[in-house]
């Protein structure tokens, strides 16, 4: 008996020996920021609010708003000070997404998008700037997509101005929509390529100048594939999870991109199961570039286990000249969840030298 429990005793000795030499970077370590606002609690109890999008006005950037889903309740439209300005019920939005100039048949309008759990469906909805209310365009119960909807973004290309879709799902599907308006100016959706993941994803967003579609599969990483429907559903994993990676733990979830060019900036993952945020550079090889997260202070909480993120490098007004960050807080000091809002310039100014 002794002849073999020694030998284990040894083995276990050298696994620990070898863990504890493999300490994780330094340059990982996430550096801390303040929300300086954030939104109104979700009228939803328990896990509910998921994703924000940033809508800026073209005029009062003071006017923009944040559109967060209730997954349980529809869309919340939030001021920039975290306010309600309304709040839509319907359906069971998941994720939220924002694009200009969607062209309708006598006019362009700015459209928000969403995948609705409840029918599977895509609804797609135009901002009136005036009053800074949506109109849904999307008739019935929405698109169908023809599997379970998880995870959603928005795309517009640039050159052909065609707008695409893309919703994710639980089994690793995902479908790439073709947006269009018809005579009436209802919105439908026709698919052009379908791409598929080997586990569950959802955090997902486009690069409409570079031309890359970013998905997180949740339990693995972040893929990239290229946006147009024609190039193959080929994609790369450019930023695994694990101790060894900026991401540390599943999921990763929310993922946007900080624009500094037309070219270059900064995407940003949000790693749910450590809290955090990794930012790496927008433009190949895709470095790591930091990480960060919100922590308490003194008026507003910190934000944990964040679902979906949001970022804008255009201002917000007042404060919030270099843009902002948005990220659900999935728990908010013993409230319902909300969003937390934090000036770009703010987590830029924490990292050595500082980001643009
Ligand atoms: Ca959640
Ligand atoms: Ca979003
Ligand atoms: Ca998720
Ligand atoms: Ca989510």
């Known amino acids: 008996m002794r002849s073999r429990i020694i030998p284990a005793l040894l083995a276990s000795i050298v696994v620990l020996t070898v863990t504890a030499c493999q300490r994780r970077p330094e340059e990982f370590r996430a550096r801390a920021v303040l929300a300086t606002a954030q939104t109104s609690p979700v009228a939803s109890a328990e896990d509910a609010a998921d994703d924000p999008a940033i809508w800026i006005h073209p005029t009062n950037p003071s006017l923009s708003l944040i559109i967060g889903t209730n997954k349980k309740d529809g869309l919340d439209l939030y001021n920039v000070d975290g306010s309600l300005h309304q709040r839509y019920s319907f359906g069971m939005p998941n994720n939220v997404d924002v694009r200009y100039g969607f062209p309708l048949p006598d006019r362009r309008v700015d459209i928000v998008a969403t995948e609705d759990r409840t029918g599977n469906t895509i609804r797609v909805f135009a901002v009136d700037a005036e009053s800074r209310t949506l109109a849904e365009l999307t008739t019935g119960d929405g698109i169908p997509v023809g599997h379970d909807v998880y995870g959603s973004a928005l795309h517009h290309d640039p050159t052909t101005d065609q707008f695409h879709f893309f919703v994710g799902s639980k089994t690793g599907e995902v479908s790439q929509f073709r947006l269009s308006a018809a005579a009436d100016g209802a919105v439908s959706g026709q698919r052009v390529r379908t791409l598929r993941l080997a586990s569950q994803v959802e955090g997902m967003v486009a690069d409409d100048e570079l031309g890359h579609v970013y998905i997180g599969e949740e339990a693995r990483g972040v893929w990239k594939f290229p946006v147009a429907p024609d190039s193959g ?7 695994p999870i694990g101790f060894r990676h900026p991401i540390r733990r599943p999921d990763v979830e929310g993922l946007t991109i900080y624009r500094t060019s037309s070219a270059t900036g900064y995407l940003i993952a949000s790693s749910q199961g450590s809290n955090e945020y990794v930012i790496y550079t927008r433009e190949e090889p895709h470095r790591f570039v930091g990480t960060f997260r919100i922590a308490p202070g003194a008026n507003i909480g910190g934000a944990g286990e964040t679902d979906g993120i949001d970022v804008t490098h255009r201002s917000l007004g007042p404060g919030y000249e270099s843009g902002a960050f948005v ?23 924490i990292f050595e030298p500082p980001l643009e």
């Open 233 to 239: 559903t080929e994609g790369i994993l450019i930023a």
């Open 327 to 349: 990220a659900q807080d999935g728990r908010n000091r013993g409230e319902n969840q909300n969003f937390k809002i934090v000036p770009w310039f703010h987590i830029a100014g």
